[in-house]
């Protein structure tokens, strides 16, 4: 036992609003019969952590003040009297969240929107508790071989199975990614490994060349000068992309999306945009071309089991998508810098 758990005390950030996040010495979180508590060893940045800084909060997920950080991987240093499946010593991946597995939602089987979702934050701490819930359904003992931080891509990497999923991409499409931070990179190379051509759309160099890296045939820079649409179109022969998935959230770039699938196409519109946004659609075109509309959120179990299967065998790796590395106390910098710079893959955050 360390020393700092001996005293119940640990260091942990606590997000208090906009902007306002502070490192700061915390009790350790109780832990129930059903729970263990992890000794955090890697936290990755997210980009819904950056906006949940930008905004202060965000309504379903997370309300402050508090704990905050959701992409962890650790060892267990105590588990609660009713687990049996796990032990004091394991490395282990614990998602964010877990269904409730009874509701109209999860007996529909779509648990991703259950209605009780339960959502688990505060992985920028030296320590987590993991609630009985996620303990059961959505924790994971890591092969030797997986590093913490692979490890902890798993749930950003089961909401992209999730939306490719969803999607229905086959071998030989032409898939159009727009959008290239670590989720839009994670379709590219998800998207790649089934086989597809894969069209990447974004505006900086470095990330093209990223993108490339993991697959992607065709980079398009979308500068102001560029008509992503009639680019699109001409590196598809005309007809069109099979599938545009938009990784922006932004309205503009929606409305592309849906211009640049052939007939029969289908858009995947997985970045959400700022609330009370609305995209007009020419209905012509959606109706006689026969386009599928579709939008993905969050992870299952079951997706977020596939991500680690898919990151043991090394399709996916924290070399692709994490480029530095910082203490927890450096955590308020890193946010603001993240804030003002687009372009960065994730930040591991070591507590
Ligand atoms: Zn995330
Ligand atoms: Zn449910």
């Known amino acids: 036992m360390d020393i700092s758990l001996a005293k119940n005390k640990m260091l942990a950030a606590v997000l208090y609003g906009k902007e306002l996040v502070k490192v700061e010495p915390v009790a350790v979180p109780d832990v129930g019969p059903g729970d263990v508590l992890v000794r955090v060893k890697a936290a990755l940045t997210c980009g819904t952590d950056v906006k949940v800084f930008r905004r202060g909060y965000h309504a379903r997920m997370i309300v402050p003040p508090a704990l905050f950080g959701h992409e962890l991987a650790g060892d267990i240093v105590a588990v609660g009297e009713r687990v049996r499946h796990l032990r004091v010593g394991q490395r282990i991946v614990a998602a964010n969240s877990a269904p409730c597995g009874e509701c109209f939602y999860c007996r529909k089987d779509v ?11 505060g992985a920028y701490a ?3 508790r993991i609630p009985s819930r996620i303990v059961e359904r959505n924790t994971h003992i890591l092969p030797t071989h997986v590093s913490y931080q692979d490890a902890a891509l798993a749930e950003p990497l089961a909401c992209v199975l999730r939306g490719v999923d969803e999607t229905t991409i086959n071998p030989g499409d032409n ?9 839009g990179l994670m379709f590219v190379r998800v998207a790649a490994l089934r086989g597809a051509r894969v069209i990447a759309v974004g505006r900086r160099q470095m990330q093209l060349d990223r993108a490339a890296a993991l697959g992607a045939q065709v980079l398009l820079t979308a500068d102001d000068s ?6 699109v179109r001409d590196v598809t022969k005309d007809h069109g992309a099979d599938v545009a998935i938009e990784a922006v959230g932004s309205p503009r770039t929606w409305q592309e999306a849906v211009q640049m699938v052939r007939r029969g196409g289908t858009v995947n519109f997985f970045g959400g945009c700022p609330n009370d946004t609305t995209v007009p659609i020419d209905t012509s075109h959606l109706h006689y071309s026969e386009i599928t509309l579709k939008a993905s959120f969050h992870h299952t179990p079951a997706h977020i089991k596939a991500a680690l299967e898919m990151i043991a065998a090394g399709h996916v790796t924290a070399r692709q998508f994490v480029n530095s590395e910082e203490p927890l106390t450096k955590l308020l910098e890193v946010f ?3 804030m003002s710079h687009n372009g960065h893959l994730k930040t591991a ?3």
């Open 111 to 121: 648990e991703n929107l259950c209605e009780n979702l339960l959502f688990n934050n």
């Open 126 to 128: 030296e320590y987590i």
């Open 175 to 183: 898939v159009v990614v727009i959008g290239l931070g670590p989720i």
């Open 226 to 231: 560029l008509n992503v649409v009639t680019a």
């Open 336 to 338: 603001k810098h993240l």
């Open 349 to 351: 955050i070591i507590p």
